[in-house]
C-alpha cells in the first residue's frame, strides 16, 4: 500500500511536470509571436510619425510659398505704380522744358498755367516711396527644439500591472457572476479592461489540457463587470482579469475560482413513454409510437454494434442513480429526469409549446409503475394543466388533486428542498408562489414529466432565484400549509 501511494505521488508530480513542460513551450511560442507583433507595431508607429513630419513639412513649405507669392504681387503693384508714375512725371517736365523757349508772353503764360495744373494732380506726388511688404521671412521660421527633446524622450509604454481580484466582492447568484477587481496602484493611462472566463470542474488553478477555452469581455471601463442568463453546467469557473492602455495589455490576474453548482439533468430516454420523443431536455408527443423513426433508422441499426451507448452505460453515475426501469405504458405518458435529488435545494424550468393539449410536471421516487402516472401514487407530486377543450389547472399528490384558481404561466419554475420537505412551484417569469406541497422525502427525488400533443422543454444547470429564496423564508417564517394536499405521511 506504501508503495502504491508512491508510486500514485509519482505519477501525479509527472503528469504536473508534463503540464508545466507544454506550458513551457506554449509561453516560447506565444513569446516569440508576440515579439514579432511589438516590432511591427514599432514600425507602424514609427512609419505614422514619418507621414506625418512629411506631411506637416509639405503644408508648412506650402503655407511660406504663398507669403512669398502674397507679398511679391504686393511689391510689384507697387512696383506698377511707381513705373506709372514715373513716366507720368517724365513727360511733364519734358513740356516744362519746352516751354521755357516760347518767346510770346502771353503763351508762355498760357503754358506754364497748364504745366502748374498737370503737376498739382501728378500721381508722383501722391506715391509712397515706401515698400508695403519687407522682404524678411523670419515670421515662417520652426524650432523643433522642444518637440526634439520630446521625441528623445520617447519610451517604451508602461506596461499596466496586472489587476487584483477582490473576491469578497464577487457574488455568484441568479445565474449570473459578479466580478470587481482593483490596481494595485493608481494607473491614469488605464484606457479599458479585459475579462476572461471559463467553466471548469476543478476547483484549482486552470489546467493547459482538458479545459474550455477562454471566453472574452473586451473593452470594460469599470472594475466590476456581471457575466448574466449563464448556464450552470460545470461545478466551477475560472475567471481573470487584464488592464490595458491605449497600447499595450498587462499581465493577467491570479486567476480565481467561483463555485457555480446548479442543478443538471438531461432527460432518460430510456425511462420515456414509446408515444414520446426525447432529446436530451425536449419531450415531444410522437403519435406514431416511434414507428415513423424506427423505419428512418432501420438501415442504420442494422450496421451498428451492440455495444451500448458511452451517455447511457450502465456504470455511469447518472444511470446508477435511476436503477433499472421498463418504459412507461399505457397512458402514462411520462419520461424523467436521468439525475436524482438526494439531499440540498434544487431548481429547474419547463416551458410548454402553445398547443400543448395536456401535461404534468413534478417529481416522483425512483422506480414507479409503468403504468403510474404523475400525481396519482402516493410517491410523485405535479402539477398538472389541461388545455384540452377548457383550461385546468391543479396540484396531484395520492390520486388528489387541488384546483389552482391562477392563470397558467408559459413558463413554471419548480424548487425543490429535499431535506426540508419541500415541493415549490413558481410563475418562472415573475416569480409568484404557484403551489407547495410539505412532506419529508423518504427516498431519492427524480424529476418527472407527463406530456399529450404537444412538447416540453426543460431548463437547467439554474441555481435557486433569490426571488424564490426571498419568498421561501417568508413563507417558512410564516410557518402554516398552504395546501390540503400538503402535510401528507408517507
Request: glycine share 6%; charged share 25%.
Amino acid at each position: 500500500e506504501t508503495l502504491q501511494r508512491i508510486v500514485s505521488t509519482l505519477v501525479n508530480k509527472n503528469d504536473e511536470i508534463h503540464n508545466f513542460i507544454d506550458m513551457l513551450k506554449h509561453t516560447i511560442s506565444n513569446l516569440q509571436a508576440n515579439s514579432s507583433n511589438a516590432i511591427s507595431e514599432l514600425d507602424e508607429e514609427f512609419d505614422g510619425l514619418y507621414s506625418v513630419l512629411h506631411e506637416m513639412k509639405g503644408s508648412m513649405a506650402n503655407t511660406i510659398q504663398q507669403e512669398e507669392a502674397r507679398k511679391i504681387q504686393a511689391l510689384q503693384d507697387q512696383l506698377s505704380q511707381c513705373s506709372s508714375a514715373l513716366e507720368s512725371s517724365e513727360e511733364l517736365l519734358e513740356l516744362a522744358v519746352q516751354s521755357l523757349d516760347i518767346k510770346n508772353p502771353v503763351e508762355l503764360l498760357e503754358a506754364a498755367r497748364q504745366i502748374k495744373d498737370s503737376v498739382t494732380v501728378a500721381s508722383a506726388f501722391r506715391l509712397s516711396l515706401k515698400p508695403k511688404v519687407s522682404d524678411s521671412m523670419t515670421h515662417m521660421m520652426v524650432d523643433f527644439a522642444l518637440e526634439k527633446r520630446m521625441l528623445q524622450a520617447v519610451k517604451f509604454l508602461p506596461v499596466p500591472k496586472a489587476p487584483e481580484i477582490d473576491v469578497a466582492a464577487c457574488l455568484v447568484a441568479d445565474n449570473c457572476i459578479t466580478i470587481s477587481w482593483r490596481m494595485p496602484e493608481e494607473d491614469s493611462r488605464i484606457d479599458h479592461f479585459v475579462l476572461e472566463y471559463r467553466k471548469t470542474n476543478f476547483d484549482g488553478l486552470p489546467r493547459l489540457k482538458g479545459e474550455q477555452r477562454w471566453e472574452l469581455v473586451d473593452y470594460i471601463k469599470a472594475t466590476q463587470y456581471t457575466l448574466s442568463g449563464l448556464k450552470f453546467d460545470t461545478k466551477y469557473m475560472n475567471l481573470r482579469v487584464q488592464a490595458c492602455n491605449k497600447a499595450v495589455a498587462g499581465e493577467y490576474s491570479d486567476p480565481v475560482t467561483l463555485e457555480t453548482k446548479a442543478f443538471v439533468f438531461s432527460l432518460d430516454s430510456t425511462s420515456s413513454h414509446l408515444n414520446l420523443k426525447v432529446e436530451d431536455t425536449y419531450v415531444e408527443w410522437d403519435p406514431t409510437g416511434g414507428k415513423g423513426q424506427e423505419k428512418i433508422k432501420g438501415k442504420e441499426n442494422k450496421n451498428r454494434s451492440n455495444t451500448a451507448s458511452p451517455k447511457r452505460s450502465s456504470n455511469s453515475p447518472r444511470a446508477s442513480a435511476r436503477g433499472g426501469r421498463d418504459r412507461f405504458a399505457g397512458e402514462s405518458y411520462t419520461v424523467l429526469g436521468d439525475t436524482a435529488v438526494e439531499s440540498g435545494q434544487h431548481y429547474w424550468e419547463v416551458r410548454a409549446q402553445k398547443d400543448c393539449k395536456s401535461y404534468s410536471v413534478g417529481v416522483t421516487y425512483r422506480n414507479p409503475g409503468k403504468f403510474d402516472q404523475l400525481g396519482k401514487t402516493n410517491s410523485s407530486w405535479c402539477i398538472h394543466i389541461n388545455n384540452w377543450l377548457q383550461t385546468t389547472f391543479s396540484a396531484k399528490h395520492n390520486n388528489k388533486a387541488k384546483t389552482l384558481d391562477i392563470p397558467v404561466p408559459d413558463r413554471i419554475g419548480v424548487y425543490c428542498d429535499f431535506d426540508g420537505g419541500q415541493l415549490s412551484f413558481y410563475n418562472a417569469n415573475s416569480k409568484a408562489l404557484l403551489h407547495t406541497f410539505r412532506t419529508k422525502f423518504t427516498q431519492p427525488l427524480l424529476p418527472g414529466f407527463m406530456i399529450w400533443c404537444g412538447g416540453l422543454t426543460v431548463s437547467t444547470g439554474l441555481q435557486v432565484p433569490s426571488a424564490v429564496k426571498t419568498l421561501q423564508k417568508s413563507e417558512n417564517g410564516l410557518g402554516g400549509s398552504t395546501s390540503s394536499l400538503n402535510n401528507v405521511a408517507q
